[in-house]
């Protein structure tokens, strides 16, 4: 039986392409960089964790004109309104009637920029769409077209003028990621780069696209039809339960994080060539996966460990399904 569909390599391709491109523009990060591509391919939304000044806003630019997306921002801020997102019915006088005027989530790449600003009225308004891919204004449904991604940001220092997002928020995120500080080469490499005159809108300017909205479509597609072997699904299963009174973890995962993890594998497997899933791709998922979708018991904060500390070490005493055969 052939193990890899016939436009796998043409995905692998195509996302060397991409990565090459983001890299004239951002430096370092690659895993980063990989997880938003995996989502773009899983059709799944990223939640992105760092410090200011690590080139988040950055990336999402950089990534929606790579793949040939129209996209938006919305900053999000203690007075956001949920019409200031999702729009409005406004009185045309010509028609005289109400119309709708779309908000700035109506883009198939969207920046939520600080979400954890927010109130949870404006939250819940996002969530709608991040789910539904539709928003509903007075009785009315409004689709979002796909491809449809929303990377949204926080800033884990600050929690002034902050709130919390709730569990039901975190779990329609796909993948949360975290951005280190780059290592000594590569912020060497940023300060060259600004010295040189490479401001990031100028390179903005001058990023092509790879492809456009029907490309990232076929890649979904290619995606969806990597194979999945019965004992790696019986591995995630096994993972995910053994989070719910896992020692250190007040609560476990849903089925919904088994769900996002096979999805994410079989991003990582297309990105990497081949057509099927192997258990290190759902290891990498892991993480990425499941450190939003868990929350620490008062004892293990008590102690400082962190959920990621905890997830790893359960993965590690997973015994990993050995000889899995490719079935369709």
Not at 36 to 41: I, K, P
Not at 80 to 89: Q, V
Not at 165 to 190: G, H, M, Q, V
Not at 314 to 322: D, G
């Given at each position: ?49 760092s410090v200011p000044g690590l080139g988040k806003t ?203 993890v096979l999805a994410t594998a079989r991003a990582l ?60």
């Open positions: 039986m052939s193990t890899t569909p016939p436009d796998i390599t043409q995905v692998t391709t195509l996302v060397g392409s991409i990565r090459t491109r983001l890299a004239t523009i951002f430096v370092g990060q690659e895993a980063l960089v990989d997880g938003v591509l995996a989502a773009v391919l899983a059709g799944g939304h990223v939640l992105v964790e950055l990336l999402v630019k950089a990534v929606a004109r790579v793949l040939g997306l129209d996209s938006s921002r919305i900053q999000f801020t203690p007075d956001l309104m949920p019409s200031d997102i999702t729009g409005s019915h406004v009185f045309d006088l010509a028609e005289r009637r109400f119309v709708f005027r779309p908000g700035p989530v109506f883009a198939r790449y969207v920046l939520a920029d600080e979400l954890n600003r927010a109130p949870a009225k404006t939250h819940a308004a996002l969530l709608e769409a991040m789910q539904e891919r539709q928003v509903t204004l007075d009785g009315h449904r409004y689709p979002i077209d796909p491809p449809f991604l929303v990377v949204a940001t926080q800033n884990p220092i600050e929690s002034e003028g902050t709130y919390a997002l709730p569990e039901a928020a975190l779990d329609r995120f796909l993948l949360k990621l975290t951005i280190a500080y780059p290592d000594e080469a590569e912020e060497r490499r940023i300060y060259g780069l600004h010295l040189a005159g490479g401001t990031p809108d100028r390179a903005l300017a001058e990023l092509q696209p790879a492809t456009d909205v029907a490309g990232v479509l076929a890649l979904q597609e290619a995606v969806a039809r990597v194979l999945v072997d019965p004992a790696v699904v019986a591995y995630a299963a096994r993972l995910v339960r053994r989070t719910r009174g896992y020692p250190g973890l007040h609560l476990g995962a849903s089925p919904r994080a088994g769900v996002a497997a297309a990105m990497r060539g081949r057509g099927y899933v192997i258990p290190d791709d759902l290891a990498d998922a892991w993480l990425p996966c499941l450190r939003h979708r868990v929350a620490l018991a008062p004892e293990a904060e008590v102690e400082g460990r962190s959920a990621d500390d905890l997830l790893r070490e359960l993965l590690k005493s997973e015994p990993v399904p050995r000889g899995t055969a490719v079935t369709g």
